[in-house]
Structures are given as C-alpha cells and as structure tokens.
C-alpha cells in the first residue's frame, strides 16, 4: 500500500494546510481583488442574509477572503453583525457597528472589544478556512475555535468563505471537526446536501 494512504489524519491536515496556504499567498493582488468583489455578489444574493438576521462575520487576516464589505452591506441592511474574539481557547461574540470598533488582538487580527452576545442569537456564520471541500469539510488554522464554537450556535447556517484555489478534493475529519452548509468561493455556491454536521 502506498505510504501516503497511511498517512495520520493529523499529518494530513498539516500537509493540506501547508499546501492551501502556499496557493492562497500566490494569489496576485489583483486576481484576490477580483475574488473577493465577486465572492461579495455572491453573498449579496444568499437568501439566508435577510435584514433581520444576526450574522457572525470575521476580520480577515492576511490573506483570508475580506469579508468587511459584506459587513457593511449587511449593515446597510439593517443585519447585526457580530465579530469573533478569542477568549483562550474559546471565542467570544461581541456585536460591531462600526469596523472603527475593532482592535488588534489574537495572531494579530482584528478583534471586537466590546461585551459579549449570546451565540444562541445568530443565524448565520460567514467562516473563514484554509481548506474546503465541497461536502462540507473545513480545515481551519488549526486551533479549534471555530469547531468549538458551532455547537454553541446551534441551528445557524454555516457559510464557508474561500477563493476556488482552496477548494480540495476531501479534508481529513476527525470527530470534533464541524461542517459547512454552503461553501462560497468566487466561482459558485455550493450548497452541500450530505452536511455531516457535527
């Protein structure tokens, strides 16, 4: 048998991680600008985001899909969007009007400083990821925080964000893992029918 077939979930991980991140970092600038504007349009028409939802967003690191455009537009919508801050292992959500609100925080990505909200009040999570599969697998940066979190949201829709060059053919899952309902990448909306939500 082939020495990669044994290959640990785990080291898998590491390997898919390195790989997507290499791709994700060799995106031009103005190739991610492109993504990112059509990634928005994409979002704009997702039935899910109405007016009276309450959507967990994220600041983007380096080169992560932004998402504060989106933010703004929901915003504009009359959505309350709420931003992730990580609380040692866990995050916390605190609601965000303005992105002036934001500070720099964990791995030096923007962070909300306000008081926390309740997770049980969302209805839709934009999430960021290294990796995404089109079942709904996600790799994430590795710590945890968001597997950790979903549970804790309940019944919300779970919505990847990711450029096409992330999109990989399966991403090893371990029991803990959670899934994504809809991955959105640049080129289309994958709506996934076989969740295997945690």
Do not use: N, W
């Not at 970092?25 to 492109?34: G, I, K, V």
């Not at 992105?99 to 923007?110: A, K, N, Q, T």
């Not at 290294?130 to 079942?135: G, I, K, N, T």
């Not at 990448?185 to 994958?190: F, G, P």
Request: proline fraction near 5%.
């Amino acid at each position: 048998m082939a020495r990669g077939l044994l290959m640990d979930p785990q080291d898998q991980k590491v390997a898919l991680r390195r790989s997507a991140r290499d791709a994700r970092r060799a995106l031009s600038a103005t190739t991610r600008a492109a993504a990112t504007a059509a990634i928005r349009e994409r979002l704009a028409d997702l039935a899910e985001l109405t007016p009276s939802a309450v959507v967990l967003v994220y600041a983007a690191g380096a080169t992560e899909v932004d998402v504060e455009a989106t933010a703004s537009d929901l915003r504009a919508r009359g959505v309350t969007t709420l931003y992730p801050r990580v609380r040692g292992e866990d995050l916390d959500l605190v609601a965000v009007s303005d992105p002036s609100e934001l500070i720099v925080g964990h791995r030096d990505i923007l962070e909300p400083a306000g008081r926390s909200d309740d997770p049980a009040t969302v209805d839709a999570v934009l999430i960021p990821g290294v990796a995404f599969d089109l079942r709904g697998g996600r790799l994430g940066q590795g710590g945890g925080h968001y597997d950790r979190l979903l549970p804790r949201i309940g019944d919300a829709v779970r919505i990847g964000i990711a450029f096409c060059c992330q999109i990989v053919p399966a991403v090893p899952r371990l029991d803990h893992d959670v899934a994504v309902d809809i991955v959105v990448t640049e080129r289309s909306v994958q709506r996934i029918t076989d969740l295997g939500r945690a």
